[in-house]
């Protein structure tokens, strides 16, 4: 029997109307955004020659930034959850700065580090005679950076659920570091792994502040969908049925991100 003012644990009644109003500004935008599309021409736009540049380009440089985030973040994230407790919230705390740092500003300080007139920039410049900004790799370069963080973080919270127990366990039964590693700490993280990937795809696929600013938009060469987007409406190239297929193929590829992390990660969009 329910005690005297026990709500049943429901919300109450006077929030319900901003709780209202806050979902109809998250879902009324993409409802908006499908009842745009032509879906008489929906394939040819996706399939029309700037759009197939751009659209290639953007799994490409994904798949690139994603293998480039795994290669970093994993031993960044191990670092970070096997670290003290000030050390690891310090690092916690760099490793989320890109999340909150408007993408534009990243842009600008990815090409303070690597363009021409930079140390790093000169440098790599007189060593392999190339400079980096306004290329496909400028554009990999500011996908890892946004998306970076994702990869990191939900691979260091899965190892710090985990603890230390089965490490060392396995310590004490003589495996070395590189066997615990390989055997107990990456199979430990595999959930986080495998949604903070996802996650880290999906960031840098959808990329457009520092990939505009450090990369540039030149179509077939650093033009990646969200800047086709962008592009077409402002009047340039890819015409707005064009830019409504390729949002609605973005937006498709967010709601996949989303059932393929809770297909991992049962509770985490609970």
């Known amino acids: 029997m329910a005690r005297q003012g026990d709500t049943g644990g429901s919300a109450p009644w006077p929030m319900l109307l901003p709780a209202l109003l806050g979902l109809a500004l998250l879902i009324l935008p993409l409802v908006a955004l499908i009842g745009r599309a032509s879906w008489g021409t929906l394939w040819a736009d996706i399939t029309s020659e700037t759009a197939r540049n751009a659209l290639g380009l953007s799994l490409a440089t994904g798949l690139a930034a994603t293998a480039l985030c795994l290669l970093l973040g994993v031993p960044l994230a191990i670092l970070i959850a096997r670290s003290g407790p000030r050390l690891s919230a310090a690092l916690r705390a760099l490793v989320a700065v890109p999340l909150v740092l408007p993408p534009m500003v990243g842009g600008v300080a990815l090409l303070f580090l690597f363009g021409r007139s930079s140390p790093v920039g000169r440098l790599i410049d007189s060593w392999w005679g190339v400079t980096l900004p306004f290329t496909p790799v400028a554009v990999v370069l500011a996908q890892a950076f946004v998306a970076l963080p994702f990869l990191v973080l939900a691979v260091e919270g899965s190892l710090r659920t985990t603890g230390l127990r089965y490490e060392r366990a396995a310590a004490t039964l003589g495996a070395g570091r590189w066997q615990v590693l390989w055997r107990i ?86």
Request: hydrophobic share 60%; proline share 6%; charged share 10%.
């Open 185 to 270: 700490t990456l199979p430990l993280a595999r959930p986080g792994l495998v949604a903070g990937v996802i996650l880290c795809f999906a960031r840098a696929v959808g990329e457009f502040g520092a990939t505009a600013l450090f990369a540039g938009n030149s179509p077939g060469v650093t033009q990646t969908m969200p800047l086709a987007i962008y592009t077409a409406f402002n009047g340039v190239g890819v015409d707005r049925d064009a830019a409504v297929a390729l949002s609605l193929l973005l937006l498709a590829t967010a709601v996949v991100v989303l059932l393929l992390v809770r297909a991992w990660r049962p509770g985490a969009l609970r």
